[in-house]
């Protein structure tokens, strides 16, 4: 009894309110169509289409049968292709979006194994600090810190980042030690240049949070300017330690006023335009990335 294929011809009937029109979209003649129709409406008992000779209508049995199979069909339908594009080799252009650093730091040393494992795929990795439209823009997948307001996107959390302010061995022996956080309006602080609240360090306190405006004789507008200028000794550096999580294990950052917990942002993610389908391309960069940073973020482990 094959009740999935009376469900399926009853809805193209439906839907091209003719058999000759079902009958074409299934490669069937019409007086197999038509005998499925009845075979179906004898198995339930009733009558689902009103047949004229000049148009077919639904019954009101026909109308509630048609309104709880279509999101059966389509369940089915979408499981199928969610299989094969498992199964399916990824391959083509697939073109990312990522902030500058953690694109710098934490997407481009993936990109080896990635292309190693899939021979057939091509990466175009930009990096810039500004939000982009991915669908106006044409990228395939975008990675984003803070808070995620478009519901247009499909989002899965990589981690929650922490930021922590950081300065060289160097610098805190030349300029001394910062003991809280009034102290940096006396220090070189190593800011962004492009309007951001990012330059507004808000850090935690018994008392209720704590905002000090920061100031310093060198500014960039990338955070990779800002890390190397960090190790060459010109100053303070706040920083998401998946930025400075490697220099802090080996020294070349010392964290600074860690009693005081920097405000964060609300998380990572790798979003991707709202699609039914996921493409192989896309489902292999986003394994990928889970692989690597969940459960737990590399650069958050042995700190």
Same mark, same amino acid.
């Not at 009853?10 to 003649?29: D, P």
């Given at each position: 009894m094959d009740r999935f294929g009376e469900m399926e011809t009853? =809805?193209? =009937? =439906? %839907?091209?309110?003719?058999?000759?029109? $079902? $009958?074409? %979209? @299934?490669?069937?003649?019409p007086s197999a169509v038509s005998k499925m129709i009845g075979r179906l409406e004898?198995? @339930?008992? =009733?009558?689902? @289409?009103?047949?004229?000779?000049?148009?077919?209508?639904?019954t009101e049995e026909g109308r509630v049968f048609y309104q709880r199979v279509t999101p059966i069909l389509s369940e089915v339908e979408e499981a199928e292709e969610t299989v094969s594009l498992s199964t399916a080799e990824p391959r083509g252009v697939l073109r990312v979006n990522a902030s500058t650093a953690f694109g710098q730091y934490q997407i481009v040393p993936l990109i080896p194994k990635l292309l190693e494992k899939y021979p057939s795929l091509q990466v175009q990795l930009t990096m810039t600090d500004s939000i982009v439209n991915l669908v106006e823009e044409g990228f395939d997948v975008s990675i984003r810190i803070g808070e995620m307001a478009d519901s247009t996107l499909v989002a899965r959390r990589l981690g929650v980042p922490k930021r922590v302010l950081v300065a060289s061995p160097e610098y805190l022996k030349s300029q001394g030690t910062p003991k809280c956080p009034i102290d940096l309006k006396d220090h070189e602080c190593l800011k962004l240049s492009i309007p951001t609240s990012l330059n507004r360090w808000e850090f935690m306190h018994e008392d209720g949070p704590k905002t000090v405006e920061v100031s310093g004789r060198f500014e960039a507008d990338n955070a990779i300017a800002l890390h190397e200028a960090a190790l060459a000794g010109l100053g303070l550096f706040r920083a998401g330690t998946f930025v400075v999580g490697e220099d802090l294990k080996s020294g070349r950052l010392v964290q600074v006023l860690a009693e005081f917990e920097m405000g964060g942002d609300a998380g990572i993610f790798v979003v991707w335009p709202h699609n039914r389908n996921l493409s192989a391309k896309v489902r292999a960069f986003v394994d990928t990335l889970v692989d690597a940073y969940t459960p737990f973020p590399p650069w958050e482990r042995d700190l």
């Open positions: 009853f =809805v193209r =009937v =439906v %839907e091209s309110s003719s058999f000759s029109g $079902a $009958a074409r %979209e @299934l490669r069937m003649t004898d198995r @339930l008992g =009733v009558r689902l @289409l009103s047949r004229t000779t000049r148009k077919i209508s639904l």
